[in-house]
T-cell receptor
Framework: DQQVKQNSPSLSVQEGRISILNCDYTNSMFDYFLWYKKYPAEGPTFLISISSIKDKNEDGRFTVFLNKSAKHLSLHIVPSQPGDSAVYFC?????????FGTGTSLTVIP | SAVISQKPSRDICQRGTSLTIQCQVDSQVTMMFWYRQQPGQSLTLIATANQGSEATYESGFVIDKFPISRPNLTFSTLTVSNMSPEDSSIYLCSGRSGYTEAFFGQGTRLTVV
């Protein structure tokens, strides 16, 4: 049973525009949410997180939004840059474990 | 955050053999985990590596197939035993201390032929 879902396997965006990556979850017990970026042949690297007590967290070009009532999480990247091209995983946590989505491959076109 | 060195980065193995993957963290971490990522799929947790005791396995994963060691707070190994082509995957170790993000090793790409 997939508790964290990323329904868009891929996304293409022009350089300078906004990239919006979406994630849905089913378990209302999740209290900590994260986004990871993964380049080929590398492990995932942490990007940004948000606690369930917040609905927005911003770090430079990256903003994560949390809508608990909809059980929905999104990552906004503004402006998008070619170096942002990677696979993005959302993750949710309750207790010690993380549950990951299947990833969205972002391509930023120069 | 801490840095995890994972090795080997890739390997091609014969079916029926075993491979041991090592992860070394540059600082002590409370928790270490092992994940598998099959093509096009999410990261699936294999087990939580417990320091000084038996690992805690997730449903579908057993100790005989994936023995794990964690002798101290900075080191862990995962062995993939009696391999078959279905074990071809990326294996990742991860560490976490407290209510923080988890960080990952660079992964081991395993191909079983």
């Amino acid at each position: 049973d997939q508790q964290v879902k990323q329904n868009s396997p891929s996304l293409s965006v022009q350089e300078g525009r906004i990239s919006i990556l979406n994630c849905d979850y089913t378990n209302s017990m999740f209290d900590y949410f994260l986004w990871y970026k993964k380049y080929p042949a590398e492990g995932p690297t942490f990007l940004i997180s948000i606690s369930s007590i917040k609905d927005k967290n911003e770090d430079g070009r990256f903003t994560v939004f949390l809508n608990k009532s909809a059980k929905h999480l999104s990552l906004h990247i503004v402006p998008s840059q070619p170096g942002d091209s990677a696979v993005y995983f959302c993750a949710a946590s309750w207790g010690d474990q993380f549950y990951f989505g299947t990833g969205t491959s972002l391509t930023v076109i120069p | 955050s801490a840095v995890i060195s994972q090795k080997p980065s890739r390997d091609i193995c014969q079916r029926g053999t075993s491979l041991t993957i090592q992860c070394q963290v540059d600082s002590q971490v409370t928790m270490m985990f092992w994940y598998r990522q099959q093509p096009g799929q999410s990261l699936t947790l294999i087990a939580t590596a417990n320091q000084g005791s038996e690992a805690t396995y997730e449903s579908g994963f057993v100790i005989d197939k994936f023995p794990i060691s964690r002798p101290n707070l900075t080191f862990s190994t995962l062995t993939v035993s009696n391999m078959s082509p279905e074990d071809s995957s990326i294996y990742l170790c991860s560490g976490r201390s407290g209510y923080t993000e988890a960080f990952f090793g660079q992964g081991t790409r395993l191909t079983v032929v």
